[in-house]
């Protein structure tokens, strides 16, 4: 309508508005758009069609994940009663790169022994976060967001709050030993467990890291013969 009516000021202000606002909008929503491009990243069309015909392989990573998880749970047990503080990180569908660069790169089978080294008190790598990745431990020493919820508790450290704070911004789960009580808490979703006995832990992990997993490629793996039907029936 500016340009009609040959409103060359407002045209004026309209251009350079535009072309600023849309620099404005990258900087200020920059953690939405990382997340939202991440969340783009969750397809697994051409993983499914790379593993088509593998069916060993499913049952290989699902004991990969479970004796993970087993080692997870002995490291947790035994620095908990020596009071070892501890974060664990498990990355599922969002990736934690920009985290993991923050630390030093382990790229090492998942092991209760590694885990304990790597938090033994007074060592080079016991500060900061272990980031598990693909049953593999990706980094150490990986130090997360805080969250900067008014609602924790005043009584949980870094630890806790850093747990919590990057539960809340990915789909991550974070294993927490408390270095003060030797309690084993959970962070998933922004929520934090806290005091989770074994059989607990065991249960969320395998629910979170091996049955939805699971189910997630079943319907992966649905939804595209279906398309794969749909769009050969229409070629036909």
């Known amino acids: 309508v500016a340009a009609l009516l040959h409103l060359n000021t407002i045209m004026w202000i309209l251009t ?4 600023v606002g849309i620099i404005a ?6 953690p939405e758009l990382r997340k939202a491009l991440e969340e783009l990243g969750k397809g697994k069309a051409f993983f499914f069609f790379s593993n088509l015909g593998k069916t060993d392989s499913d049952g ?16 947790a047990d035994k620095m908990a009663a ?7 990180l498990l990355e599922q569908d969002v990736p934690l790169g920009d985290l993991e660069r923050t630390g030093i790169p382990i790229d090492a089978i998942v092991s209760s022994q590694l885990l304990i080294n790597i938090f033994e008190h007074n060592t080079p790598l ?21 969250t900067e919820s008014n609602d924790i508790s005043m009584e949980l ?5 850093a747990a919590i704070g990057i539960s809340k911004e990915s789909d991550a789960i974070a294993v927490v030993v408390s270095e003060e009580t030797g309690k084993v808490s959970i962070a998933k979703d922004g929520t934090l467990i806290a005091d989770v006995r074994e059989e607990a832990l065991k249960k969320i992990l395998i629910k979170n890291l091996i049955i939805k997993r699971k189910l997630e490629d079943a319907k992966t793996r649905a939804e595209i013969i279906k398309k794969h039907k749909v769009e050969k029936s229409e070629n036909k």
Do not use: M, W, Y
């Not at 350079?16 to 072309?19: A, D, K, L």
């Not at 290989?60 to 490291?75: F, G, S």
């Not at 020596?82 to 664990?88: E, N, Y």
């Not at 900061?128 to 805080?146: D, E, M, Y």
């Open 16 to 19: 350079n508005t535009i072309s």
């Open 25 to 30: 909008v990258i900087v200020v929503f920059q």
């Open 60 to 75: 290989n990573d699902e004991k990969i994940a479970n004796r993970t998880i087993d080692e997870i749970l002995k490291a």
């Open 82 to 88: 020596v009071k070892t503080g501890a974060l664990i």
């Open 126 to 146: 016991h500060d900061g976060a272990v980031i598990i990745r693909n049953n593999r431990v990706a980094a150490a020493t990986c130090f997360l967001p805080l």
């Open 157 to 161: 450290g870094t630890r806790h709050r």
